[in-house]
T-cell receptor
């Protein structure tokens, strides 16, 4: 079965430090991959997506992600985090070519230390 | 502004009662989805619909029902058969295919 793995349940980063959140996918030679962010009690907002082409994808709020087929990974990065980046982050892959919705990882909770 | 509206935001019900969560979108999207979110579990797909008058079960459809009579609306009923209904429910829509999902703000259901 298709699965998305986010190995880190919690990550703590100091404000101004760099960030990398890990994601591994399991399905598809040409995966469609997404990163979403969720503030407490809110819906999910799309940060960025990868369909094909350039393996380094730029998103909103200064985030980027790199697709590495050899490692089945799609890690999210930010050079310098802000306190407002504290949230839950979800990696997702399109299921069944996309027609069946998205399969989500279990999320990584990001804590920002002052 | 276009978007997805879920209501109510908070809902309390007694055990054994059916409840219906509303989801309306004005994005003119063909596909709509219901996900359930529990702490530490990520999002799990309950039902989805790619076109009016048609819908498919997701990974955890037992104890839930849906309808899709209009393109804009995709209500979810949590029935008394759902063994553990307390959760955060998220509705989403997309243009279809492998496109991104757009999410509503969610509905938190607590069964007492």
């Amino acid at each position: 079965a298709q699965s998305v793995t986010q190995p880190d349940i919690h990550i703590t980063v100091s404000e101004g430090a760099s960030l990398e959140l890990r994601c591994n996918y399991s399905y598809g030679a040409t995966p469609y991959l997404f990163w979403y962010v969720q503030s407490p009690g809110q819906g999910l907002q799309l940060l960025l997506k990868y369909f094909s082409g350039d393996t380094l994808v730029q998103g909103i709020k200064g985030f980027e992600a790199e697709f590495k087929r050899s490692q089945s990974s799609f890690n999210l990065r930010k050079p310098s985090v802000h306190w407002s980046d504290a949230a839950e982050y979800f990696c997702a892959e399109a299921s069944g070519g996309g027609a069946d919705g998205l399969t989500f990882g279990k999320g990584t909770h990001l804590i920002i230390q002052p | 502004d276009g978007g997805i509206t879920q209501s109510p935001k908070y809902l309390f019900r007694k055990e054994g009662q059916n409840v219906t969560l509303s989801c309306e979108q004005n994005l003119n999207h063909d596909a709509m989805y219901w996900y359930r979110q529990d702490p530490g579990q990520g999002l799990r797909l309950i039902y989805y619909s790619q076109i009016v008058n048609d819908f498919q079960k997701g990974d955890i459809a037992e104890g839930y029902s849906v309808s899709r009579e209009k393109k804009e609306s995709f209500p979810l009923t949590v029935t008394s058969a759902q063994k553990n209904p307390t959760a955060f429910y998220l509705c989403a829509s997309s243009r279809g295919g492998a496109g991104e999902l757009f999410f509503g703000e969610g509905s938190r259901l607590t069964v007492l």
